[in-house]
């Protein structure tokens, strides 16, 4: 990326969580990496079955439906890590960081976000932050279809499909993974 990356702590962390996932239906979580398999840790955070190692902020605001759809009352299908993984492809950090401010915006366009131009260096400064959190030899993984074909595609307003993984009309999300941790960053659309 080309800015400096931020140092991140508890504090500035919530606060980047907060901007990009504060509104709207969104889930945001992270936690350990114990497999090899990354897609184990995945499915774990998708569940609802790990905890952040530390024990920063997080965020599930997923929509309220009338019934338990996925039988785990977590906002994702509870879908094996291999399932999982065939709707995940890789993505560059610069597509995750865009990405990430996407996922604020209405279907998850970032000029559906309200005021965007005015909020825009402070939204790449969460996104940014959320990021760095990962460090520099972390993937990425997303599932729009757009990435399947081009893994440094422009998702800021992508015009492209989702495979989605939620129990919802439709979702976009990124998935972070490090050596040590494993980041969900979900958005979701529900009529």
Same mark, same amino acid.
């Given at each position: 990326?080309?800015?400096?990356?931020?140092?991140?702590d508890?504090?500035s962390?919530?606060?980047?969580? +907060?901007?990009?996932?504060?509104?709207?239906?969104? #889930?945001? @979580?992270?936690?350990?990496?114990?497999?090899?398999?990354? %897609?184990?840790d995945?499915?774990?955070i998708?569940?609802?079955?790990?905890?952040?190692?530390?024990?920063?902020?997080?965020?599930?605001?997923a929509p309220?439906?009338?019934e338990?759809?996925?039988?785990?009352?977590?906002?994702?299908?509870?879908?094996?890590?291999?399932e999982?993984?065939?709707s995940l492809?890789e993505?560059?950090?610069?597509?995750?960081c865009?990405?990430?401010?996407?996922?604020?915006?209405? +279907?998850?366009?970032?000029?559906?976000?309200?005021? #965007?131009? @005015?909020?825009?260096?402070?939204?790449?400064r969460?996104? %940014?932050?959320?990021i760095?959190?990962?460090?520099?030899?972390?993937?990425?993984?997303?599932?729009?279809?757009?990435?399947?074909?081009?893994?440094?595609?422009?998702?800021?307003n992508?015009d492209?499909?989702?495979?989605?993984?939620?129990?919802?009309?439709?979702?976009c999300g990124?998935?972070?993974?490090?050596d040590?941790e494993?980041?969900?960053f979900w958005?979701?659309?529900?009529?």
């Amino acid at each position: 990326m080309s800015e400096q990356e931020p140092v991140v702590d508890a504090d500035s962390w919530k606060s980047a969580v +907060l901007d990009l996932f504060g509104g709207g239906w969104t #889930f945001a @979580q992270v936690g350990p990496r114990r497999h090899e398999d990354w %897609r184990r840790d995945v499915t774990a955070i998708m569940a609802l079955k790990a905890t952040d190692p530390r024990r920063w902020a997080s965020l599930n605001y997923a929509p309220e439906v009338d019934e338990n759809r996925s039988g785990t009352n977590s906002p994702f299908m509870p879908w094996s890590p291999e399932e999982t993984g065939e709707s995940l492809h890789e993505i560059g950090p610069e597509s995750a960081c865009r990405l990430l401010v996407a996922l604020k915006g209405d +279907l998850y366009q970032a000029f559906n976000i309200p005021d #965007f131009e @005015q909020r825009k260096d402070t939204l790449f400064r969460s996104s %940014r932050t959320i990021i760095s959190r990962f460090g520099t030899a972390s993937r990425f993984f997303t599932n729009s279809a757009e990435a399947h074909r081009n893994p440094d595609a422009d998702l800021l307003n992508p015009d492209t499909e989702w495979d989605c993984l939620s129990v919802y009309t439709t979702d976009c999300g990124l998935v972070a993974v490090s050596d040590a941790e494993v980041g969900v960053f979900w958005a979701f659309w529900e009529d």
